[in-house]
């Protein structure tokens, strides 16, 4: 037997390759420092996991409703209404558990063969994935380095055409740590709000921000019936192994998110939901002090990396990722992230797993100690010096 040929479409994240090939060197006695992986290195809130061990000793352990349970889709929409400045209620929220679904389910809902999708590159490898496993095209768009990794506005309209079906945009961006600058996400609102076209707005980093909070394009006229948003738990409440996402969209879609969840999943586990409802209804200091930390390290972290030669890096606006430019050291991205995991014991990923413009850059997550992140410059240093 043979796998269908779309499975041949399918792409992987290259973090998790970079965790195996640095655990085996760790089995043989050398020392790494993981800054491959993309989760924070915080533990849950402890109310937000006494919620959940109460909600099983109450017996929370059965189906739920699909679309999620009414209470918890209330708070969702009361949370992304507040922050967004949008018009929702639970009828437009999907639970899903973890937020690729709502990369996978509203694409699988949308797509034929064919229509095309304008998305950021480098950007999240599942993005890309999604579209060719389709058969849909993927029409992808530079993020330019001098813009705070936003698009080039006169790029991103010359890629619209009649088959474009969908846009993603991500902010804050993984690999990048670029938020889109409020005057972009209007300028785009504009090239779009009348076209027959609708936005997957990736907004699963939107609590980790640096500067101004990122603008959601639901929040202008006429794009709330047009935007699907994407969020959830695993980053803002370091809450990645609780697998518990949520989307928020039209409510055309959400039936179609609900169809395709009932042949999937059939529901998202409910004393996880439980878990969530707290984590946005109670106290929010362990989040906002992760925040306050990532800032901390960011700091440090961006200041070592320019004092590297070949080294440039922007200064990230969002998320807990470095992206700097090492076209200066003369090697491949690829070269030089493997060199740093063999020789020098700092796991990162090479920024073109992200997409071919990501050839150039490598990216760092600073989700680990200060400490940590202040070793692997060192060490990062040493290799240059040696080679």
Known sequence: MKLAERMGRLLVEGAF????KARALEARGRSVIHLEIGEPDFATAPHVV??????????????????????????????????????????HVCVVPGGKPIIFFPMMALLEPGDEVVYPNPG??????????????????PLVEDRGFSFDLDVFERSLSDRTKLIILNSPQNPTGGVIPAEDVRAMAEMVRDRDVMILSDEI???????????????????????????????????????LGYGVMPEWM??????????????????????????????QGEAEAMVAEFRRRRDAFIAGLNTLPGFRCPMPEGAFYAFPNITGTGMTSRDLAG?????????????????????GYLRFSYANSLENLMEAVERIRGYLAKR
């Open 17 to 20: 390759e970079v965790l195996v």
């Open 50 to 91: 006494d919620a959940a061990k109460e909600a099983l000793d109450q017996g929370w352990t059965h189906y739920g409703p699909t679309q999620g349970y009414p209470e918890f889709r209330e708070a969702i929409a009361a949370h992304v209404a507040r922050t967004r400045g949008v018009a929702v209620d639970g009828r």
């Open 124 to 141: 999240f490898p599942i993005y890309e994935s999604m579209i060719g496993f389709l058969g849909a095209r993927g029409v992808p768009i």
């Open 205 to 243: 980093y939107s609590t980790i921000y640096y500067g101004e909070p990122p603008l959601s394009i639901a929040s202008l006229p006429g794009m709330l019936e047009k935007t699907i948003i994407l969020d959830g738990f695993s980053k803002s409440y370091a809450m990645t192994g609780w697998r």
């Open 254 to 283: 959400v039936e179609a998110v609900n169809r395709l969840m009932v042949n999937s999943n059939s529901c998202t586990a409910s004393f996880t939901q439980r878990a969530g409802l707290a984590a946005l209804t109670g106290p």
């Open 339 to 359: 060199a740093l995991l063999e020789e020098a014991g700092v796991a990162c990923l090479r920024g073109d797993s992200f997409g071919q413009f990501g050839e």
